[in-house]
Nanobody
Framework: QVQLVESGGGLVQAGDSLRLSCAAS????????MGWFRQAPGKEREFVAT????????NYVDSVKGRFTISRDNAKNTVYLQMNNLKPEDTAIYYC??????????????????WGQGTQVTISS
């Protein structure tokens, strides 16, 4: 079992940057592909980015390509989401998730086995 705790959210202005972190418990972190999702008020949860177990083959939703970067440090049991040039439409609760299929890199929330509690990101215009 994996427990995930996100951090790094906050209130920033459009054009600013934030780096989200997701710390995982346990010694099996490297056995999971990891993803980031977000949910804005009144909207469904949306895929943002995913990465495989070794940190390769990242995949992004089109709206964040070129602005967001997902990465992981297996020695620290942590996955990151670097977010640059933030826009008001990026405002949402951001969740990290772990998928036991280590190379899948899915954009479907139902494929993920464990979820964090989320961290709020608010972008003012």
């Amino acid at each position: 079992q994996v427990q995930l705790v996100e951090s790094g959210g906050g209130l920033v202005q459009a054009g600013d940057s934030l780096r989200l972190s997701c710390a995982a418990s346990g010694r099996t972190f490297r056995r999971y592909a990891m993803g980031w999702f977000r949910q804005a008020p009144g909207k469904e949860r949306e895929f943002v980015a995913t990465i495989n177990w070794s940190g390769g083959s990242p995949n992004y939703v089109d709206s964040v390509k070129g602005r967001f970067t997902i990465s992981r440090d297996n020695a620290k049991n942590t996955v990151y989401l670097q977010m640059n040039n933030l826009k008001p439409e990026d405002t949402a609760i951001y969740y990290c998730a772990a998928d036991a299929t280590i190379n899948r890199r899915s954009d479907y929330a139902g494929d993920y086995d464990y979820w964090g509690q989320g961290t709020q990101v608010t972008i003012s215009s």
